[in-house]
């Protein structure tokens, strides 16, 4: 059985063998409880120091989770021997700016999903690492959640027969309550089908493979704001057919996928902590799994493991992409094309409403 290579790092002060010391660059709210604390409590993980422009903020977060160093300079993070791998956790519009400094320093990097604003920034970071020969991953964190991996299990024992169709529907009044850059265009990308959505294709692909044969239609049609509420998706996944609709324009609440097969379907909840569900004939099974304390510590271990050659990641920047290229075909109807910096012109987006 052959053995992953671990990645090569450098020989540096304190470097201890079988550990990787992680920086984070913006420790905000997604890296208190979500992320941050699992690169703490991974095996062979420690977390040495993090960096937030706001200096008083960054000092706060080392003093409140027990990090030895802070910056209030990327370049002083990166800069740092001592600093193996870095945690990209800013919104995306600097996630390719941060990840192409991250690859020329030479140090791995784990990022916050979506992995980008479009697949074209997504390309330059893949490209950027691939130069290098440095790995790159991204926080699609429900690969590694027990519950899901409880799906990918029933799936890949043959639970349901073959699949023959993939169903996920989604509602809510997000937008409503959305602030801040989720539904900024220039920061996120599009509205929150990249911050939302991006979990739920994710996980089909993971699920059930990768998605292709890709249409969409994207609309705004409730909110005064400049970016899409609505998605429509359809596709071919697994060599079945699948529909996905996202609507954040409605006071109803959903959130549902269905995998159907020959012999039965599972049902999930990318978001609810609802049982998963397997329906075979008359018979339902249900399962409880909770989510860990920190819902990112899970995948976080695979990274580890992935760099210290005990283990794979199964989110790598590769991944990642086809996530982000489904997402741009759905959004192109609203967009046009996102290849450039579409934000700064949306009088030019076909979808938007005069």
């Known amino acids: 059985m052959s053995h992953p290579t671990p990645f090569p790092f450098p020989a540096s002060p304190g470097r201890e063998p079988g550990i990787v010391r992680w920086g984070i660059l913006g420790c905000g709210d997604v890296t208190e409880l979500k992320s941050g604390p699992g690169f703490r409590l991974a095996t062979g993980s420690r977390l040495v120091a993090v960096m937030r422009r706001n200096g008083a903020l960054a000092a706060d977060y080392a003093r409140r989770h027990g990090v030895p160093r802070w910056y209030d300079q990327a370049e002083a993070l990166l800069a740092d021997p001592e600093v193996d791998a870095v945690y990209i956790a800013t919104p995306p519009d600097s996630h390719e700016s941060y990840a192409r400094q991250v690859a020329a320093a030479g140090k791995p990097a784990y990022v916050e999903k979506p992995m980008a604003r479009s ?4 390309d330059r970071m893949i490209a950027a690492f691939a130069a290098r020969g440095v790995p790159l991953h991204v926080a699609y964190y429900r690969r ?9 299990q029933w799936l890949d024992e043959g639970a349901i027969g073959r699949i023959t169709g ?4 989604h509602a809510s009044p997000a937008h409503r309550t959305a602030a801040g850059w989720r539904t900024d265009v220039r920061t996120a990308g599009a509205g929150l089908f990249l911050d939302l959505g991006s979990h739920a294709l994710d996980l089909i692909d993971f699920l059930v493979g990768p998605l292709t044969d890709v249409s969409g239609r994207a609309r705004n049609a409730g909110h ?3 970016a899409e509420d609505s998605v429509v998706l359809h596709f071919t996944a697994g060599g079945a057919d699948g529909v996905a609709s996202w609507n954040f324009a409605t006071d109803a609440t959903r959130d549902v ?8 379907c599972v049902e999930y909840s990318v978001f609810d902590p609802a049982p998963v569900r397997l329906t075979r004939g008359r018979e339902t099974r249900e399962v409880e799994v909770p989510h860990p304390p920190h819902v990112q510590q899970p995948l976080i271990q695979t990274v580890v493991d992935a760099l210290l050659g005990r283990g794979a990641c199964p989110s790598t920047g590769q991944s990642a992409r086809r996530t982000s290229a489904v997402m741009d075909a759905a959004l192109a109807s609203y967009y046009g094309d996102r290849g450039g910096e579409f934000w700064n012109a949306p009088e030019s987006w076909p979808g938007r409403r005069p």
């Open 119 to 122: 697949v074209a920034e997504c």
């Open 144 to 152: 590694a959640l027990p519950r899901f991996l409880q799906v990918k």
């Open 166 to 169: 993939v169903d996920y529907h």
């Open 224 to 226: 005064p704001q400049e």
């Open 257 to 264: 996928c269905r995998i159907s097969g020959t012999e039965g």
